[in-house]
């Protein structure tokens, strides 16, 4: 099994197993970022239920903006976290068409507050930051 099928057999509604493996192409300052590791894989799991719950919500489309990446790759983006949850597979940072960064925010805010999930949720000025750490963090 590869990391493909992994995310297909999550039996997501709205998303492709491309939207994660295709970021992994990536690279920035001569840093190239890769596929998560087996033993991460299932780190993933709860965020894109949350957000696949999101998406059948909002009725819009989510676009994702960074997912998975390689301790190499994360530390050559500026500001990104050392110790960032998208180095252990937990996190993706979106878009989303048709509702502004501060909407989406605010909607996964209710989500987490009525316990649908633990974890951080970041607001930018073009995104939203979630993540599954087990623990809440806002930013």
Do not use: C
Not at 61 to 85: D, E, F
Request: aromatic residues 12%.
């Amino acid at each position: 099994m590869d990391y493909g099928d992994y995310i297909n057999g999550l039996r997501l509604r709205h998303f492709e197993s491309t939207e994660l493996t295709d970021y992994a192409n990536r690279s920035r300052n001569g840093k190239q970022n890769a596929l998560p590791p087996p033993p991460l894989w299932s780190n993933i799991r709860a965020t894109l239920w949350v957000l696949d719950l999101f998406r059948e919500d909002i009725g819009k489309p989510i676009v994702l903006v960074s997912s998975y990446r390689s301790i190499q790759y994360n530390g050559a983006l500026p500001g990104a976290a050392p110790t960032s949850q998208h180095t252990r597979n937990a996190a993706i940072d979106f878009q989303v068409r048709g509702m502004s960064p501060a909407e989406a925010f605010e909607r996964l805010m209710k989500y987490r507050n009525a316990s649908v999930f633990r974890g951080g949720l970041g607001l930018y000025s073009t995104f939203v930051h979630i993540d599954t750490r087990g623990s809440n963090a806002t930013w």
